[in-house]
Nanobody, 125 residues
Framework: QVHLVESGGGLVQAGGSLRLSCVAS????????MGWFRQAPGKEREFVAA????????GYADSVKGRFTISRANAKNTVYLQMNSLKPEDTAIYYC??????????????????WGQGTQVTVSS
């Protein structure tokens, strides 16, 4: 089992940047592919980005491609989400998640077994 704690959310103006972090504890971090998801008020949780166990493979939702970057530091048990050129529609609670199934970095929330508590990101216009 792994415990996930996100940080780095906050209030930012449109066009600004934030970097989210998610620190894992428990089983070895490199055993998990990691993903970021978000949920806006009244909307379904949606995929944002995913990264493989080694960090060699990443994937993004079309809505954030070219603006957001997912990365990980296995030695620090941490996954990051660098968010640039933020838009008001990026406002949501952002969650990191861990998937223990090997050989994939999924876009599907149901594939992730462990979730953090979330961090709020608010982008003002």
């Amino acid at each position: 089992q792994v415990h996930l704690v996100e940080s780095g959310g906050g209030l930012v103006q449109a066009g600004g940047s934030l970097r989210l972090s998610c620190v894992a504890s428990g089983r070895p971090f490199s055993n998990y592919a990691m993903g970021w998801f978000r949920q806006a008020p009244g909307k379904e949780r949606e995929f944002v980005a995913a990264i493989s166990r080694s960090g060699g493979s990443t994937g993004y939702a079309d809505s954030v491609k070219g603006r957001f970057t997912i990365s990980r530091a296995n030695a620090k048990n941490t996954v990051y989400l660098q968010m640039n050129s933020l838009k008001p529609e990026d406002t949501a609670i952002y969650y990191c998640a861990a998937d223990e199934t090997p050989y994939r970095s999924s876009y599907y929330a149901g594939d992730y077994e462990y979730w953090g508590q979330g961090t709020q990101v608010t982008v003002s216009s």
